[in-house]
C-alpha cells in the first residue's frame, strides 16, 4: 500500500481525487513516476527533478493573484522549516509566467518571506504536467520518484494531512 493508500482511509475523498486528476491533467499521477522536469529559481540556480531522487519533494504550483496559494505558501513555509531537516525539498512553482523580478517585487507587496525555492516557469513546462488552469497545486513526491500526493486547491485540513504524508515518507 502506498502512503497515500495509508493517508487516504476515506474512499470518497481519493475518488474525487482521483475524478478532479483525470479531468485537469488527464490522468491520476498518484502511485506513478514523476515526469522530469528542470526549472530555474528566481536566484537563478538551476534545478532538475532528477535531481531530487533519494530525497522527498513537495512541488506546490501557485500564483500571485491566488488567495488560496498565498495561504497555501504560508502554511508550507512551516512545514518546510519543521521538516528540511529531515530532508524535505520543496519546490515553488509559479504558473503566471512572470520573471524573478516580477515574482520577488510580487511576494514583497504581499509582505510573504519565503525560504523555500521558488522556480519561475517561463514557457509552463512544469506547470503543464500538473494542471491545466487550476491552482494552488500540491504534489508530494517519495525518494524512490514516486507520486503519493496530488491535490488541486488548499484548505486549512489540509496542512495536517501534508505533515502526516510527509512524517511518514521521511522516517
Known amino acids: 500500500m502506498t502512503a497515500a493508500g495509508i493517508l487516504n482511509a476515506d474512499p470518497g475523498e481519493d475518488i474525487k481525487r482521483k475524478k478532479m486528476a483525470e479531468i485537469v491533467i488527464g490522468?491520476?499521477?498518484?502511485?506513478?513516476?514523476?515526469k522530469?522536469?528542470?526549472?530555474?529559481?528566481?536566484?537563478?540556480?538551476?534545478?532538475?527533478?532528477?535531481?531530487?531522487?533519494?530525497?522527498v519533494l513537495l512541488i506546490e504550483l501557485w500564483g500571485l493573484n491566488c488567495g488560496s496559494?498565498?495561504?497555501?505558501?504560508?502554511?508550507?513555509?512551516?512545514?518546510?522549516?519543521?521538516?528540511?531537516?529531515?530532508?524535505?525539498?520543496?519546490f515553488s512553482v509559479n504558473t503566471e509566467q512572470l520573471?524573478?523580478?516580477e515574482i520577488r517585487e510580487g511576494l514583497?507587496?504581499?509582505q510573504l518571506s519565503i525560504s523555500y525555492p521558488l522556480l519561475?516557469?517561463?514557457?509552463?513546462?512544469i506547470t503543464r504536467i500538473f494542471t491545466s488552469w487550476f491552482i494552488p497545486v500540491t504534489v508530494i513526491v517519495d525518494r524512490g520518484g514516486i507520486v503519493?500526493?496530488?491535490?488541486i486547491g488548499f484548505n486549512d485540513s489540509d496542512s495536517g494531512k501534508v505533515r502526516r504524508m510527509l512524517g511518514k515518507l521521511l522516517e
Do not use: W
Open 148 to 151: 503519493q500526493y496530488y491535490k
Open 27 to 34: 490522468e491520476d499521477p498518484v502511485g506513478k513516476p514523476l
Open 69 to 90: 496559494c498565498i495561504e497555501e505558501m504560508k502554511a508550507l513555509e512551516s512545514i518546510y522549516h519543521d521538516f528540511r531537516d529531515r530532508g524535505l525539498v520543496i
Open 120 to 125: 519561475v516557469d517561463p514557457d509552463l513546462e
Open 108 to 110: 514583497r507587496l504581499k
Open 36 to 55: 522530469n522536469f528542470s526549472g530555474v529559481t528566481v536566484d537563478g540556480k538551476k534545478v532538475s527533478s532528477t535531481d531530487m531522487r533519494g530525497k
Open 99 to 101: 520573471d524573478s523580478g
